[in-house]
């Protein structure tokens, strides 16, 4: 979006070229002095009046300071920088749509981003996403690492320092450097900082007073909050809800589709601001089985395992017990029942899913009349895209509930 910008200061050279105000006099000549005189008037006036106007610039567009106000994003930037200058080519290489420095005299940049997420503030893992997305293609070999404790523009925010080789887009050589990622008032704002390795101490000097002269405008000082609506997932054959927080998952007609016992399915694609030629999916079917005991999820469990076997030749069930991985829905549902994740994998790598299980027993209408059974949530996907749906699929699984 377009910045408003400072206009850059006016600098009159130290010596100027010399010009003849008036023909060379010749030897013996008279002075006539009142042409001079007038040209000396025309001179002044026009320096009093460029003084003016750029005083009036200055002032408009944030004053001596040099302040570049970016008035849609909420934020100002404080210029110049001592050792820096702006630099477009610096906004290029990393995507941003702020602003691009570059050290004078070397070749370390610094680039600044703002993105608007209008009725929300950015999850953590959109900024981490933002940041990552942003230096794998400059890197051969990235190796990011995650720092607790970070603090910009005076509010908690994500760090990461990072090395590796550079890809021909960046230069060549070891690179390092670091990324940070704010949220503030709805829009998600990055820094990055990278330089090759012999230029990284001269880097790492400025780069406390770089970031600090990023700050916020008052667009937004009533902006509040709000999320979608949380769409209930409604069974067929029995009574049961879940909550789907994000409003992504579409109803498929035939949930026989997925498998033989299920009574719902839906599809979702997961949403993002970053552009992807494919758009990480996932699926939940909702099952409808016999108790074989006491416990609903060993009657899932057991019924799974015989399915992915048979189907996928996938044997292997590895149960997931560190922290999820991605970001909860936007809205829905917080507490719910126990969920198992698992990594399902088998003799062809490229089949490994990751899956979430939940499950009850109630009441459902089967073609014998009403009996009791095992309503199991089943959601899963690519294990490759574990790091977009654990978490949310964590949590749909724990939503299954009865209606009442």
């Not at 106007?53 to 040099?66: R, Y």
């Not at 190796?143 to 523009?153: C, L, M």
């Not at 699926?283 to 409808?288: E, I, N, P, S």
Request: with cysteine; charged share 25%.
């Amino acid at each position: 979006m377009p910045a408003s910008v400072v206009p850059p200061s006016v600098e009159v050279p130290a010596t100027a070229p010399e010009r003849p105000l008036v023909r060379a006099r010749q030897y013996g000549e008279q002075t006539s002095w009142k042409p001079l005189l007038g040209v000396l008037a025309v001179v002044a006036t026009a320096i009093a009046i460029g003084v003016a106007v750029i005083g009036k610039l200055n002032s408009s567009a944030g004053g001596p300071s040099g302040t570049v106000k970016f008035e849609e994003r909420n934020a100002a930037y404080r210029l110049p920088v001592p050792n820096w200058e702006r630099d477009d080519d610096a906004k290029a290489l990393l995507g941003v749509n702020l602003l691009g420095l570059k050290r004078i005299g070397g070749t370390a940049v610094v680039a600044i981003e703002a993105r608007d997420y209008s009725t929300r503030n950015p999850q953590p893992g959109e900024l981490k996403e933002g940041i990552t997305d942003r230096l794998r293609p400059l890197f051969d070999d990235l190796d990011a690492h995650d720092e607790e404790g970070a603090v910009w523009a005076g509010l908690p925010a994500l760090k990461t320092t990072f090395r590796g080789t550079a890809t021909p887009k960046l230069g060549s050589g070891v690179h390092v450097g670091e990324a940070y990622a704010i949220a503030h008032k709805g829009i998600g704002y990055w820094f990055f900082a990278l330089a090759p390795e012999s230029e990284a101490n001269q880097m790492a000097t400025d780069l406390d007073d770089i970031r600090n002269r990023l700050s916020f405008l008052a667009t937004r000082n009533d902006w509040k909050e709000t999320t979608s609506a949380s769409v209930l997932l409604v069974g067929e054959a029995a009574d049961y809800r879940l909550t789907d927080g994000d409003g992504w998952w579409k109803k498929l007609p035939d949930p026989r589709i997925e498998d033989p016992k299920a009574d719902i399915v839906y599809d979702a694609e997961f949403v993002s601001r970053v552009k992807r030629d494919i758009k990480p999916r996932a699926r939940l079917a909702v099952l409808m089985l016999a108790p074989t005991s006491d416990e609903p999820m060993a009657a899932l469990r057991e019924y799974l395992r015989e399915q992915y076997d048979k189907l996928y030749g996938l044997k292997n069930w590895q149960e997931l017990t560190d922290p999820p991985l991605g970001d909860s829905p936007n809205s829905g549902e917080r507490r719910g029942i126990d969920t198992l994740r698992f990594k399902v994998s088998g003799s062809d790598p490229n089949l490994t899913k990751l899956v979430v299980l939940s499950a009850i027993k109630m009441d459902a209408q089967t073609p014998d009349g009403v009996k009791p059974m095992v309503i199991g949530a089943h959601a899963s996907c690519a294990f490759d895209y574990q790091q977009f749906w654990e978490k949310r699929l964590a949590q749909l699984a724990a939503t299954l509930r009865p209606a009442r």
